[in-house]
């Protein structure tokens, strides 16, 4: 599936159980619990949410919010080591298992977080 397809296939209830379902794991993550914001993590589902949803296809409310993603300026305030990677893509892959996301868009969407993970 192309990355601009993904939205109208998932739809913003997709990205939304899948992000949530990515968050919900986070405070209680030894390695990624301390590092994301305590007191705003509403916010950053928020942020990691629209900013999917813009990137594959829907509304661009992420740029429009915050401007150009820059992601790796933006990650790096924090150590994002091998275990920070590999831990990061653990928890979405136990995402993926919750929101059950039709295959083509899971797969799409994976591909885009192994190579951003490896990037940052
Ligand atoms: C693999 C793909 C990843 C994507 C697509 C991604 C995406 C994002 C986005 C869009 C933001 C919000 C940036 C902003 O507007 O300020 C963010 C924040 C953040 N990311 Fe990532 N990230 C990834 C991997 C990681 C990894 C591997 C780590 C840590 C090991 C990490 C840790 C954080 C933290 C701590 C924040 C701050 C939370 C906030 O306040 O928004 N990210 N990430």
New binding site residues.
């Given amino acids: 599936m192309q990355d601009d397809e993904v939205y109208a296939g998932i739809g913003e209830d997709g990205f939304r159980r899948l992000v949530a379902a990515f968050y919900r794991q986070v405070p209680g993550d030894d390695?990624?619990g301390p590092?994301?914001?305590p007191d705003?993590l509403a916010?950053?589902e928020e942020?990691?949410r629209d900013?999917?949803v813009g990137r594959f296809g829907g509304p661009p409310r992420?740029i429009e919010q915050?401007g150009h993603?820059r992601?790796r300026m933006?990650?790096a305030p924090?150590?994002?080591?091998q275990a920070?990677?590999v831990?990061?893509?653990q928890l979405?892959e136990r995402a993926f298992a919750e929101a059950q996301l039709p295959q083509p868009a899971e797969q799409t969407l994976r591909t885009?977080?192994?190579s951003?993970?490896s990037f940052?």
């Fill in positions: 390695i990624l590092m994301y914001p705003d916010g950053a942020r990691l900013f999917l992420y915050r993603p992601l933006r990650h924090f150590r994002i080591d920070g990677r831990r990061w893509l979405m885009f977080f192994q951003v993970a940052l």
